[in-house]
């Protein structure tokens, strides 16, 4: 065994020696200059692991087979080190050459790459990655095996040379947006788009494939920033025994902070808040000691104690000496900001300082992390930032001036290091429609590494690949390497698709210049507004027809269709074929948009049969896609277009104010209501027919503060009621009330007359659509017809809450009732 150790080291050891003279050249850097290239016989070749290899280098071997196996055709099969047979051109995962002794730096990847022997180091994954990006010219253009882009080759050529790379930043990250362990749940007004919801299997598979995508980009870290909402367990913990710890929230209380009030004392909160979003005292010494003690307890496992607030924007401490900890908003020069009114940054570095001191006592290297987030997201103006604080910026804009004035204003308030938490997937990359933000992504991020940022961690991916995707990629290999340009890295992400790499750029960057420049970017704060809580796409979507027009589509198309003539391999005309069909889509989803009045469905319908055909071939996170387009309002029409496809046009929308009466004794029956006549009807309240009635828009002007305040918590009966207007045209067809979703139970009557029912029968009929018809009941001789609806909630939240429509069918079904 010794001998054969000897003979395997001497072996290595001659043939890098051997090859030193041919090296000297060669420089360890990303990017390196190549050499001569020479050529490999794949069928010749084999991978070759170290004894007992760890699971990082037998996962590096995998990837390095799956990619070969794909550019030649080729399996290489894997042996260890000490089987290694003779003659064989070998790949060595997870094995140095020994005259490379120099000591490895943290998360360094080195790939030695020779006529005698490839080897890949270090960090073995990122050694491997970078090897097939610079020797082999993969591109992962989007996760999973069909976002690999690459060109078939019989032989492996190969640049001789010495390579590496090794991270600037500390944590390199973009978030998933999905887990393996969170599948997707439908929301309750997405119950028409069941089918859409992914298996669990497909799920999983999506979520192991975005880790595995950061992967080979290089996101990771080597440092532990103990960074994330710090106290979701602190209530758990501390609730009953130190009440002191935990803010006074506006009851009057010191618990976490319920959105509701008793409607009979407003000033009662009903039941506790959500736990995990309770706040501080931030006043109170003794928090800070528990704050360093339970650091000490848990073993210092990162060096920064974490005193980063809990999420969501309520909640916070009203006692006297936390507000008389609190600065002037307007004193940080940042008025223009958009961020929350409330400016509570002076009491969390006041909090964080004292952490800092403490933390500092039993480590003279330790120290203390908090965020600059939402009301803490401006520099603070009474307090100083100790030396040992890391401040987390979670920035709310991409305006670069505004951005340059945030970073500024904390390091004038003392702020040595800092590292970026953005939720910009959130905020701005969420898109079905190329916006060309992808340079002012990268350049909001270079303002941070000027600032000397150690870390990045963004929220999250964006998942249209099609789209947005050059924007996450960008991203990630400028995490992966600060120092190279824009331009770099959009020429990488455009190599993936070959020859058509010149065509391809020239599409990206017409959205780019003609739409995100020239349009967007000089509106970018009033878009930013239009669209409230920083969210710039549905500002954009709101509006789409101001800065959108056909022509966009058909230029572009027309870039794209030159692309498509030029000979590329299977991977790169299928990576192109995504655009062509995204760049279809999205003029799809213009039309919709921009559709007014009658003509709006017939745009919606085709975009949703786009949807269905292209379902599978065109990788969008379709749910998602959708959700977010009801959120904004159905823009595109397609959540109703889903509902009513099944009845021929026209659609007629009710009123979405509807009258309302309550009816807690049941009166409303002996009383006959449903045979009121209008001008009594008239006289009552107002209410909206797509919310439930306990938590209605508070912003709504109707109904009256007394009955808002008497549904924040009614169970039991309530009348509503609205006048229609029917075309004569629709005369002698089977007319019908489509309501969207009805909690619970409900009698429908038109015109004096119960028209049918829906009973709350089975767990999911409160958000289950249904139909009542109503043809027998009109009176045409009538401009308007009164119908009533009397329902009736008996637990949970109450009411009409999706949209109520006019449909019709050629033939009649079954009566409803």
């Known amino acids: 065994m010794i001998l054969r150790n000897y003979v395997l080291r001497f072996r290595r050891y001659y043939t890098v020696i051997a090859l030193a003279t041919t090296l000297v050249a060669a420089c360890r850097c990303a990017g390196a200059e190549e050499m001569k290239r020479f050529a490999i016989d794949p069928d010749n070749a084999i991978i070759v692991v170290p004894a007992k290899a760890d699971r990082d280098t037998l996962t590096a071997a995998a990837e390095l087979g799956k990619h070969v196996a794909l550019i030649a055709g080729v399996e290489l099969k894997q042996v260890e080190e000490s089987k290694r047979p003779g003659g064989k051109y070998a790949f060595y995962v997870g094995i140095s050459p020994l005259a490379d002794g120099a000591p490895l730096k943290p998360e360094e990847a080195r790939w030695v790459i020779t006529p005698q022997g490839t080897w890949c180091y270090g960090q073995t994954l990122f050694a491997v990655y970078g090897f097939l990006e610079g020797a082999l010219g993969i591109r992962w253009l989007e996760p999973g095996d069909q976002g690999i882009a690459y060109e078939q080759q019989t032989s492996l050529r190969l640049p001789a040379g010495q390579f590496g790379w090794a991270p600037v930043l500390k944590q390199r990250g973009i978030r998933a947006g999905i887990s393996v362990r969170r599948p997707p749940v439908l929301p309750a007004n997405m119950v028409d788009f069941k089918a859409w919801l992914p298996a669990k299997e497909q799920h999983e598979q999506n979520a192991r494939d975005r880790g595995q995508w950061c992967k080979r980009m290089r996101m990771g870290r ?3 920033l103990g960074y994330g909402h710090s106290f979701t367990h602190w209530w758990d913990k501390y609730g009953k025994t130190h009440p002191e710890y935990f803010a006074l929230n506006k009851y009057g209380k010191r618990e976490p902070e319920s959105q509701k009030a008793n409607p009979q004392n407003p000033t009662e909160a009903v039941g506790l808040g959500q736990k995990s979003t309770v706040k501080l005292c931030n006043s109170n010494p003794k928090v800070a000691e528990q704050v360093v003690q339970d650091w000490l307890a848990n073993g210092r496992r990162s060096k920064w104690a974490g005193v980063c607030e809990n999420d969501m924007g309520w909640g916070f401490c009203s006692c006297p000496k936390c507000r008389d900890l609190d600065g002037e908003k307007a004193a940080t020069g940042l008025g223009d900001y958009e961020t929350y009114d409330d400016f509570l940054t002076d009491r969390c570095v006041y909090l964080t300082n004292a952490v800092a001191r403490g ?3 039993h480590d003279p290297d330790a120290g203390a992390v908090m965020y600059a987030y939402n009301q803490t997201e401006l520099p603070p103006t009474r307090q100083k930032v100790e030396p040992n604080v890391m401040v987390g910026l979670v920035p709310t804009t991409i305006n670069l001036s505004k951005l340059r004035r945030l970073y500024d204003g904390w390091q004038a308030a003392g702020a040595r290091t800092l590292f970026l938490r953005p939720n910009y997937g959130s905020y701005y990359t969420t898109t079905v429609i190329p916006m060309g933000f992808e340079k002012q992504m990268f350049d909001a991020f270079q303002l941070g590494v000027e600032h000397g940022v150690i870390a990045a961690d ?4 964006t998942g249209h690949w099609p789209v947005t995707g050059i924007s996450d990629y960008i991203l990630a290999k400028a995490f992966s390497d600060p120092s190279r340009s824009f331009e770099y890295w959009e020429d990488h992400y455009c190599a993936g698709y070959g020859p058509a790499a010149d065509a391809v750029k020239r599409y990206f960057r017409y959205w780019r210049q003609q739409v995100w420049d020239k349009r967007l970017l000089p509106e970018l704060d009033a878009i930013v507004k239009r669209g409230r809580y920083y969210n710039l796409v549905r500002g954009v979507m709101w509006s789409l027809d101001t800065y959108y027009t056909e022509q966009d589509f058909g230029a572009t198309d027309a870039i794209l269709q030159e692309a498509s003539a030029k000979t590329l391999s299977a991977s790169q005309r299928a990576h192109l074929e995504q655009l062509i069909l995204a760049n279809q889509h999205a003029r799809l989803t213009f039309q919709a948009i921009t559709a007014k009045g009658k003509a709006k469905f017939g745009p ?9 055909l292209h379902r599978d071939d065109l990788r969008m996170p379709w749910l998602a896609t959708f959700s977010r387009e009801a959120y904004w309002g159905d823009i595109t029409g397609i959540k109703t277009a889903i509902a009513l496809q099944d009845y021929p046009q026209p659609w007629l929308l009710t009123d979405l104010f509807w009258r309302f009466q309550l009816d807690p004794q049941d009166v409303g029956l002996t009383q006959k209501w449903p045979e009121e006549a ?15 009635w306990e938590s209605l828009p508070k912003k709504s002007l109707h109904p009256s503060p007394a009955l808002r305040a008497q549904l924040r918590n009614y169970d039991g009966i ?3 009621a609205t006048r229609l207007t029917i075309p004569a045209e629709m005369k002698g ?8 979703a009805v909690d619970e139970s409900c009698w429908v009557y038109v015109n004096g007359e119960l028209a049918g029912r829906h009973l709350y029968e089975n767990e999911d009929d409160w958000r289950t659509p249904f139909e009542i018809r109503i043809d027998p009941l009109l009176d045409w001789e009538k401009s308007r017809q009164v119908v009533m609806v009397r329902v009736e909630d008996n637990a949970g939240a109450g009411g009409i809450w999706r949209r109520v429509w006019v449909v019709s069918k050629d033939h009649p079904g079954p009566d409803p009732q």
């Not at 919606?604 to 269905?612: C, N, T």
């Not at 009594?680 to 439930?692: F, G, L, N, Y």
């Not at 067809?733 to 969207?740: D, M, N, S, W």
Request: glycine fraction near 4%; charged fraction near 30%.
């Open 718 to 720: 309530g009348w509503y």
């Open 222 to 224: 080597h440092a532990d």
């Open 733 to 740: 067809r089977p007319l019908f009330l489509y309501f969207g």
């Open 359 to 361: 933390a500092r006592k």
């Open 604 to 612: 919606s319908l085709a975009l949703l049969e786009f949807r269905r």
């Open 458 to 461: 963004y929220d999250s991916l």
């Open 678 to 692: 209008w001008a009594e009807v008239k006289k009552w309240d107002q209410i909206r027919s797509d919310h439930v």
